[in-house]
């Protein structure tokens, strides 16, 4: 009797535990739902999903006309998270047509016309330019260029590069280098469903600080990169490059510059 008494009193903790990850739409403007495979996502007071759209890399909005037809905007005028977030992390932009939209961490939010009821991921991966947002959060991204198409860029936002003289595993940007392109380090590794986290490890530099790699190859910030969605380290030197995920060939890059 004991025993049941105390399973049935860790299930009921455990359920306030869910409750408290999950939200509910009394308590949070802004909730984190649980996804069958176990995967965090952020949705809204009713439970339905928010995406981020990799077109947005500067922060602001280009889904416009037609686009927002499909793709609603998410606005809320209170922020209201669960432990799980940090309302610091959400802010609102006034978008070109004068609607205010509610950021995530920089990303303007979405809802996809086509998702009909509550934990719907209907929108995920469509055109490979729409994605649920994980929580924890992305700490690397996929955003899109006009001219340059996808690239990866951290969970703000901001372009990552490689280096076309760097080995596999071994950063050949040092001194001087460095300071103009400092070393992209994060501790844990989150990514959208485009990307695949396996690609992704880190290495010890010389001066014994750590960088992530990506196919084993460094990735870097560029210091004249001033804002999120900058890309003006592209083609620097004929050396610099922004990480195209889909077309990313090192190997060919390095023998080619050599």
Same mark, same amino acid.
């Given at each position: 009797?004991?025993?049941?008494?105390?399973?049935?009193?860790?299930?009921?903790?455990?359920?306030?535990?869910?409750?408290?990850?999950?939200?509910?739409?009394?308590?949070?403007?802004?909730?984190?739902?649980?996804?069958?495979?176990?995967?965090?996502?952020?949705?809204?007071?009713?439970?339905?999903?928010?995406?981020?759209?990799?077109?947005?890399?500067?922060?602001?909005?280009?889904?416009?006309?037609?686009?927002?037809?499909?793709?609603?905007?998410?606005?809320?005028?209170?922020?209201?998270?669960?432990?799980?977030?940090?309302?610091?992390?959400?802010?609102?932009?006034?978008?070109?047509?004068?609607?205010?939209?509610?950021?995530?961490?920089?990303?303007?939010?979405?809802?996809?016309?086509?998702?009909?009821?509550?934990?719907?991921?209907?929108?995920?991966?469509?055109?490979?330019?729409?994605?649920?947002?994980?929580?924890?959060?992305?700490?690397?991204?996929?955003?899109?260029?006009?001219?340059? =198409?996808?690239?990866? /860029?951290?969970?703000? %936002?901001?372009? *990552? !590069? #490689? $280096?076309?003289? @760097?080995?596999?595993?071994?950063?050949?940007?040092?001194?001087?280098?460095?300071?103009?392109?400092?070393?992209?380090?994060?501790?844990?590794?989150?990514?959208?469903?485009?990307?695949?986290?396996?690609?992704?490890?880190?290495?010890?530099?010389?001066? =014994?600080?750590?960088? /992530?790699?990506?196919? %084993?190859?460094? *990735? !870097? #910030? $560029?210091?004249? @990169?001033?804002?999120?969605?900058?890309?003006?380290?592209?083609?620097?030197?004929?050396?610099?490059?922004?990480?195209?995920?889909?077309?990313?060939?090192?190997?060919?890059?390095?023998?080619?510059?050599?």
């Amino acid at each position: 009797m004991v025993r049941t008494v105390l399973r049935i009193a860790l299930v009921l903790a455990g359920l306030t535990a869910f409750v408290g990850v999950v939200g509910a739409q009394s308590q949070y403007t802004i909730q984190v739902r649980r996804a069958a495979d176990g995967v965090n996502y952020l949705a809204d007071a009713k439970g339905m999903t928010l995406y981020y759209f990799t077109k947005d890399t500067t922060g602001e909005s280009v889904c416009t006309d037609g686009c927002v037809d499909k793709w609603p905007i998410f606005y809320t005028p209170d922020i209201s998270v669960p432990p799980a977030l940090n309302a610091s992390d959400f802010g609102t932009i006034i978008r070109s047509d004068g609607q205010k939209e509610t950021t995530y961490r920089g990303w303007p939010l979405y809802y996809w016309f086509q998702d009909k009821n509550p934990g719907d991921m209907t929108g995920e991966g469509v055109g490979k330019v729409w994605y649920i947002l994980d929580v924890p959060s992305y700490t690397v991204m996929i955003g899109t260029g006009k001219d340059i =198409g996808n690239y990866l /860029v951290d969970g703000h %936002g901001n372009t *990552l !590069y #490689y $280096f076309n003289r @760097d080995t596999m595993g071994k950063s050949d940007c040092n001194g001087n280098c460095i300071k103009n392109w400092p070393a992209f380090s994060v501790s844990s590794i989150v990514v959208p469903s485009a990307l695949n986290a396996s690609d992704f490890a880190s290495i010890t530099r010389a001066d =014994g600080t750590s960088q /992530v790699t990506y196919k %084993g190859y460094p *990735l !870097y #910030y $560029f210091v004249q @990169d001033k804002r999120r969605g900058d890309v003006t380290g592209q083609g620097v030197n004929s050396a610099w490059y922004v990480v195209d995920p889909a077309n990313f060939s090192p190997e060919h890059l390095s023998m080619s510059s050599r």
